[in-house]
Protein backbone atom coordinates (compact mmCIF):
# COMPACT_ATOMS: atom_id res chain seq x y z
CA UNK A 1 0.00 0.00 0.00
CA UNK A 2 2.72 2.32 0.91
CA UNK A 3 4.69 1.27 -2.52
CA UNK A 4 1.38 2.29 -4.79
CA UNK A 5 0.79 5.50 -2.14
CA UNK A 6 4.50 6.66 -3.11
CA UNK A 7 3.84 5.39 -7.02
CA UNK A 8 0.87 7.70 -7.11
CA UNK A 9 2.74 10.42 -5.29
CA UNK A 10 5.53 10.32 -7.99
CA UNK A 11 3.69 10.37 -11.28
CA UNK A 12 1.12 13.44 -9.33
CA UNK A 13 4.36 15.53 -9.13
CA UNK A 14 5.70 14.51 -12.36
CA UNK A 15 2.45 15.50 -14.10
CA UNK A 16 2.44 18.97 -12.33
CA UNK A 17 6.54 19.69 -13.33
CA UNK A 18 5.51 18.44 -16.98
CA UNK A 19 2.12 20.47 -17.02
CA UNK A 20 4.60 23.91 -15.14
CA UNK A 21 6.80 23.50 -17.74
CA UNK A 22 4.90 24.10 -20.76
CA UNK A 23 3.74 27.36 -19.60
CA UNK A 24 5.48 30.61 -20.56
CA UNK A 25 5.73 33.91 -18.86
CA UNK A 26 4.62 36.38 -21.51
CA UNK A 27 5.00 40.11 -20.71
CA UNK A 28 1.72 42.08 -22.67
CA UNK A 29 1.93 45.88 -22.50
CA UNK A 30 -1.72 47.77 -23.73
CA UNK A 31 -1.25 51.34 -24.57
CA UNK A 32 -3.11 53.83 -26.98
CA UNK A 33 -1.66 54.30 -29.92
CA UNK A 34 0.33 57.69 -28.47
CA UNK A 35 1.90 55.28 -26.00
CA UNK A 36 -0.58 55.92 -22.62
CA UNK A 37 -1.05 53.53 -20.63
CA UNK A 38 -4.65 51.60 -20.81
CA UNK A 39 -4.90 49.72 -17.47
CA UNK A 40 -8.16 49.66 -17.57
CA UNK A 41 -8.17 46.89 -19.88
CA UNK A 42 -9.11 43.47 -19.16
CA UNK A 43 -6.71 40.45 -19.90
CA UNK A 44 -7.09 36.63 -20.34
CA UNK A 45 -6.31 33.83 -21.68
CA UNK A 46 -7.54 31.00 -24.19
CA UNK A 47 -5.83 28.76 -21.39
CA UNK A 48 -6.87 30.25 -17.74
CA UNK A 49 -9.89 32.34 -18.69
CA UNK A 50 -10.07 34.39 -15.29
CA UNK A 51 -9.59 37.99 -16.26
CA UNK A 52 -6.50 40.46 -14.46
CA UNK A 53 -6.39 44.11 -15.38
CA UNK A 54 -2.52 45.47 -16.11
CA UNK A 55 -0.96 47.77 -13.78
CA UNK A 56 -0.44 51.28 -13.88
CA UNK A 57 2.19 51.35 -16.49
CA UNK A 58 -0.68 48.57 -18.68
CA UNK A 59 1.33 45.41 -18.97
CA UNK A 60 0.94 42.18 -17.07
CA UNK A 61 2.83 38.93 -17.19
CA UNK A 62 0.41 35.82 -17.39
CA UNK A 63 1.89 32.26 -17.61
CA UNK A 64 0.78 30.94 -21.21
CA UNK A 65 0.55 27.52 -22.87
CA UNK A 66 2.43 27.11 -26.16
CA UNK A 67 -0.28 28.52 -29.09
CA UNK A 68 -2.15 29.67 -26.29
CA UNK A 69 -4.28 33.14 -26.92
CA UNK A 70 -4.64 36.54 -25.13
CA UNK A 71 -7.96 38.27 -25.05
CA UNK A 72 -7.48 42.10 -24.33
CA UNK A 73 -11.10 43.33 -23.85
CA UNK A 74 -11.84 46.90 -24.33
CA UNK A 75 -15.96 48.20 -23.56
CA UNK A 76 -17.35 45.90 -26.82
CA UNK A 77 -13.96 45.22 -28.84
CA UNK A 78 -12.06 42.27 -27.74
CA UNK A 79 -9.15 41.54 -29.16
CA UNK A 80 -7.69 38.61 -30.20
CA UNK A 81 -2.90 38.22 -29.72
CA UNK A 82 -1.63 34.39 -30.20
CA UNK A 83 1.15 33.96 -28.43
CA UNK A 84 4.84 33.40 -29.93
CA UNK A 85 8.28 32.66 -28.84
CA UNK A 86 8.24 36.14 -27.96
CA UNK A 87 8.20 36.83 -24.08
CA UNK A 88 6.83 40.34 -24.85
CA UNK A 89 3.13 41.26 -26.35
CA UNK A 90 2.83 45.25 -26.65
CA UNK A 91 -0.14 45.90 -27.78
CA UNK A 92 -1.70 49.65 -29.58
CA UNK A 93 -5.54 50.57 -29.59
CA UNK A 94 -7.17 52.81 -31.40
CA UNK A 95 -10.92 52.90 -31.68
CA UNK A 96 -12.27 49.11 -32.52
CA UNK A 97 -8.90 48.64 -33.74
CA UNK A 98 -5.75 46.69 -31.86
CA UNK A 99 -2.27 46.76 -33.24
CA UNK A 100 1.00 44.97 -32.37
CA UNK A 101 2.92 47.97 -31.38
CA UNK A 102 6.89 48.81 -31.05
CA UNK A 103 8.27 51.42 -29.16
CA UNK A 104 5.00 52.37 -27.65
CA UNK A 105 3.86 53.27 -31.21
CA UNK A 106 1.65 50.97 -33.37
CA UNK A 107 2.95 49.02 -36.37
CA UNK A 108 0.91 47.89 -39.62
CA UNK A 109 0.64 44.97 -37.95
CA UNK A 110 -3.47 44.54 -36.71
CA UNK A 111 -5.09 42.07 -34.65
CA UNK A 112 -8.21 40.11 -34.93
CA UNK A 113 -10.69 42.14 -33.16
CA UNK A 114 -14.16 40.91 -32.24
CA UNK A 115 -16.59 43.83 -31.70
CA UNK A 116 -20.02 43.44 -30.00
CA UNK A 117 -22.97 45.20 -31.39
CA UNK A 118 -24.33 48.38 -29.12
CA UNK A 119 -26.74 47.44 -26.69
CA UNK A 120 -28.50 49.12 -23.32
CA UNK A 121 -26.51 47.69 -20.36
CA UNK A 122 -30.08 47.86 -18.37
CA UNK A 123 -32.24 45.95 -20.81
CA UNK A 124 -31.43 42.30 -21.09
CA UNK A 125 -34.17 41.89 -23.95
CA UNK A 126 -31.05 43.74 -25.95
CA UNK A 127 -27.93 41.36 -25.05
CA UNK A 128 -26.26 40.16 -28.22
CA UNK A 129 -26.58 36.91 -30.22
CA UNK A 130 -23.65 34.88 -28.84
CA UNK A 131 -24.28 32.27 -31.33
CA UNK A 132 -23.56 34.87 -34.15
CA UNK A 133 -20.09 34.98 -33.18
CA UNK A 134 -18.50 31.70 -33.51
CA UNK A 135 -15.28 33.03 -33.18
CA UNK A 136 -15.88 33.86 -29.16
CA UNK A 137 -14.51 30.63 -28.08
CA UNK A 138 -13.20 30.94 -24.69
CA UNK A 139 -13.91 34.13 -22.56
CA UNK A 140 -15.04 37.36 -22.63
CA UNK A 141 -15.98 40.70 -20.52
CA UNK A 142 -18.42 43.27 -21.36
CA UNK A 143 -20.39 45.84 -19.43
CA UNK A 144 -23.92 44.70 -18.65
CA UNK A 145 -25.48 43.44 -15.87
CA UNK A 146 -23.81 40.10 -13.73
CA UNK A 147 -25.58 37.72 -15.48
CA UNK A 148 -24.03 34.25 -16.78
CA UNK A 149 -25.41 33.51 -20.70
CA UNK A 150 -25.09 29.94 -21.81
CA UNK A 151 -26.76 28.63 -24.79
CA UNK A 152 -29.23 32.22 -25.04
CA UNK A 153 -29.88 31.74 -21.42
CA UNK A 154 -29.59 34.28 -18.64
CA UNK A 155 -28.29 32.64 -15.73
CA UNK A 156 -28.61 34.97 -12.42
CA UNK A 157 -25.33 34.91 -10.23
CA UNK A 158 -26.66 34.70 -6.89
CA UNK A 159 -26.58 37.92 -4.98
CA UNK A 160 -23.36 36.54 -2.20
CA UNK A 161 -21.41 35.71 -5.28
CA UNK A 162 -17.97 37.96 -4.73
CA UNK A 163 -18.89 38.90 -1.82
CA UNK A 164 -16.91 39.01 1.41
CA UNK A 165 -18.81 36.08 3.94
CA UNK A 166 -18.62 39.04 6.40
CA UNK A 167 -19.61 41.88 4.45
CA UNK A 168 -23.02 43.55 4.41
CA UNK A 169 -24.85 44.96 1.54
CA UNK A 170 -26.05 48.37 2.02
CA UNK A 171 -29.34 49.71 0.45
CA UNK A 172 -29.88 52.44 -1.34
CA UNK A 173 -26.24 52.83 -2.19
CA UNK A 174 -25.30 54.08 -5.52
CA UNK A 175 -22.91 51.95 -7.96
CA UNK A 176 -19.53 53.35 -8.80
CA UNK A 177 -19.20 52.40 -12.12
CA UNK A 178 -21.29 50.00 -15.17
CA UNK A 179 -22.11 46.22 -13.97
CA UNK A 180 -20.25 43.62 -15.66
CA UNK A 181 -21.20 40.37 -17.63
CA UNK A 182 -19.64 37.69 -17.79
CA UNK A 183 -19.57 35.36 -20.20
CA UNK A 184 -18.45 31.64 -20.24
CA UNK A 185 -18.55 29.46 -23.31
CA UNK A 186 -19.08 25.90 -21.82
CA UNK A 187 -20.49 24.24 -18.47
CA UNK A 188 -20.26 27.08 -15.13
CA UNK A 189 -17.21 27.41 -13.96
CA UNK A 190 -17.14 26.60 -9.89
CA UNK A 191 -15.40 30.62 -8.94
CA UNK A 192 -17.82 32.09 -11.22
CA UNK A 193 -20.49 32.47 -8.15
CA UNK A 194 -23.56 30.07 -7.80
CA UNK A 195 -26.60 29.95 -10.10
CA UNK A 196 -29.94 30.55 -8.28
CA UNK A 197 -32.47 30.87 -11.23
CA UNK A 198 -32.54 30.42 -14.88
CA UNK A 199 -34.39 33.50 -16.86
CA UNK A 200 -34.96 33.31 -21.07
CA UNK A 201 -34.79 37.05 -22.21
CA UNK A 202 -37.58 36.45 -23.75
CA UNK A 203 -39.37 36.19 -20.31
CA UNK A 204 -37.96 38.96 -19.02
CA UNK A 205 -39.91 41.92 -18.20
CA UNK A 206 -37.63 44.00 -16.28
CA UNK A 207 -33.96 44.36 -14.62
CA UNK A 208 -33.37 46.72 -12.09
CA UNK A 209 -29.88 47.04 -10.51
CA UNK A 210 -30.03 47.66 -7.34
CA UNK A 211 -26.46 47.57 -5.87
CA UNK A 212 -23.40 46.65 -7.85
CA UNK A 213 -20.57 44.25 -5.84
CA UNK A 214 -16.92 44.03 -6.44
CA UNK A 215 -15.99 40.83 -7.86
CA UNK A 216 -12.85 38.75 -8.19
CA UNK A 217 -11.10 42.42 -6.90
CA UNK A 218 -12.83 44.07 -9.95
CA UNK A 219 -15.26 47.15 -9.21
CA UNK A 220 -18.35 47.57 -11.02
CA UNK A 221 -19.01 43.33 -11.05
CA UNK A 222 -21.67 40.94 -9.78
CA UNK A 223 -24.61 42.57 -7.52
CA UNK A 224 -28.11 42.80 -6.32
CA UNK A 225 -30.64 42.30 -9.00
CA UNK A 226 -34.65 42.84 -8.91
CA UNK A 227 -36.44 41.14 -11.60
CA UNK A 228 -39.59 41.34 -12.77
CA UNK A 229 -40.83 37.83 -15.42
CA UNK A 230 -44.30 38.64 -18.46
CA UNK A 231 -47.11 36.52 -17.17
CA UNK A 232 -48.32 34.04 -19.60
CA UNK A 233 -48.70 36.12 -22.98
CA UNK A 234 -48.38 39.30 -21.41
Given at each position: ????????????????????????????????T????????????????????????????????????????????????????????????????????????????????????????????????????????S?????????????????????????????????GE??????????????????????????RP?????L??????????M????????????????
Amino acid sequence: MKKQALLCFVLLSVGFLVAAAQTQPVKITVTNTKGKPLNKALISLKSAPHYRTPGKDGSLTVQALPNDTIFVTLDRYIGSIPVDASSDVAVAVAKGQMFKAENGKPTSTAYTVLTLPPFNQYDLTTMPNLHAYPDLKSFVTVRYPAVRIKDGEAYLLSSSAGRPSSGTLATGEQQSSPPMLIVVDGSPRQNFGTVNDVVRPSELKSLVIKKADAMYGMRGAGGIMEITLKKGGE
